[in-house]
Every structure is written in C-alpha cells, then in structure tokens.
C-alpha cells in the first residue's frame, strides 16, 4: 500500500456465537490499515472467546448477551478512551470482505469524509448467495430511509462502515441510550451522522452468505427485529426519541 497516513484505526467485531468464523475474521485484518481488532463477545456460550483470542484480538466480554447495538457501543467506547481516530464496524461471522476495508478507509483518510457506509448494490459491490427474502428487505428498508432523510442511500442495513470518532464530540448523537442495545444503534448513528450534517458516502463492498442456510445467515428474529431496525427512522423522524 503506497497510501500514508497518521491516524490510529480500531477494528470493533460484535460477536455472539460465531465459533469457527470469528478466528478467520480477526487472523485475516491487514496490519497496513487496522493498528487493533476487538471483540466484543457479547454473552457467548461457545468458543467464541477462546478462538478470538488466539487469533490475537483484544477481547471486550459483555456481562450478558445485551445485543449488537449494546456491543458496537462498547466497542466505540473502548476507541474513544484510547484516542483511535476511526473505527471501522464489520461482522464476526465472516460474511464481509476483510480485503475491502480500504474502499471504507480512504473517504475518510485522504477525501474528508466523516462516515462510509458499505454498500452491497451500488456499482462494484457483491451479494454473493444472497436469499430472497434479504434483498427485499433490505431494499425496502433502504427506500424508507430515502424517503424519510431525503440521503441517497443504496444499503443502510449493512453493517460493514467506518467513522471517525470525532463526529461524537456532537451531542446530538447520543449512543448512551437503552433503547439503542439491539439493532437499533446502527441505523439511529446513520441517520444521526446525515442529520447532523457530517460528511457521509457509501462505498462497494461484498457481502458473502452461507450457500448452507443451516449454519445460519442471520441471528435476526422476525418481525422483532425488522421493527428493532426500522423504528429508529420512525422515532428520530416524528421526534419520540432522541
């Protein structure tokens, strides 16, 4: 990489459960981008802990199982107490492109952008195997959010992004909220991030699912966690929640 830069780079992976994936994820993070991975083990009752430290992650053990939203918080927090400068979020369970972490990287680095979201369905991007019922989803979330910020969003609902933590020295973002401990949290930072008016851009990523649905894609629950994510976009839009 011919690319310079100052910044200190946090890698945050939620994890719950994901035994034989999260050693890939963390052995696998390019030492020319990420200076540290944490994960954050959130309640596991599998190897979970075990594998990620042998991979040399640092390791964040939540009390219980408290949710992703409750986890990427703990991670973010870990990053400001020890002055990271950007923060790049990504699954445990390997369906993300390690390889790609620069197309979320260099917006930030070199063009001045505040947050970059990854993006499945923008021009370069991949959903290698990805089920049916997903891409509707995922595609109606994003036009409601459309609708609702008037941003031109392709793929609010992946969770592979980088920012720099600076944009929480605002206090209209505000993470240290209950209501935010499942998949609430990243949708509310997104939307916040846009309404705040930091610079905000997607990138092309891939997002690769199981061609064995019985290992499992998701650890979403119908029905409550489609409503986990969309409500922040209801609550912050009609002003019920800040």
């Known amino acids: 990489m ?5 910044d200190k780079i946090l890698v945050v992976l939620p994890a719950y459960n994901e035994e034989g994936k999260i050693g890939r994820v963390v052995s696998s ?5 990420v200076h540290e991975t ?5 309640g596991s009752t599998d190897d979970t802990e075990k ?6 992650a640092t390791l964040i053990n939540q009390p219980r199982n408290m949710g992703v939203g409750a986890a990427i918080r703990a991670g973010i927090q870990y990053a400001l107490e020890r002055g990271y400068d950007i923060v ?3 699954g445990g369970d390997d369906q993300d492109n390690i390889s790609e972490i620069g197309r979320l990287l260099r917006p930030i680095l070199f063009d001045e952008f505040d947050f970059v979201q ?7 991007g991949m959903r290698i195997d990805i089920p049916l019922f997903r891409r509707f989803s995922t595609g109606l979330f994003s036009w409601i ?3 609702l910020t008037r941003y031109p969003i392709t793929d609010g609902t992946n969770g592979y992004r980088a920012f720099r933590t600076s944009i929480f020295k605002d206090k209209n973002i505000n993470l240290d909220q209950d209501w935010l401990n499942n998949y609430e949290l990243e949708p509310y930072l997104l939307y916040k991030t846009i309404k705040s008016g930091f610079r905000v851009t997607e990138a092309a ?3 690769r699912y199981p061609k064995d649905r019985k290992v499992g894609y998701t650890k979403m629950i119908p029905i409550v966690s489609w409503w986990s994510i969309l409500r922040p976009l209801i609550f912050l839009r009609f002003g019920i929640k800040k």
Do not use: L
């Open 2 to 6: 011919s690319e310079s830069f100052e």
């Open 29 to 33: 993070m390019p030492s020319e981008w």
């Open 118 to 124: 990854g993006s499945r369905y923008m021009a370069g």
């Open 51 to 56: 594998e990620s430290r042998k991979a040399g």
């Open 205 to 207: 990523v891939t997002k």
């Open 145 to 147: 959010f459309r609708k």
């Open 88 to 90: 790049v979020v990504m």
């Open 38 to 42: 944490v994960v954050v083990n959130d």
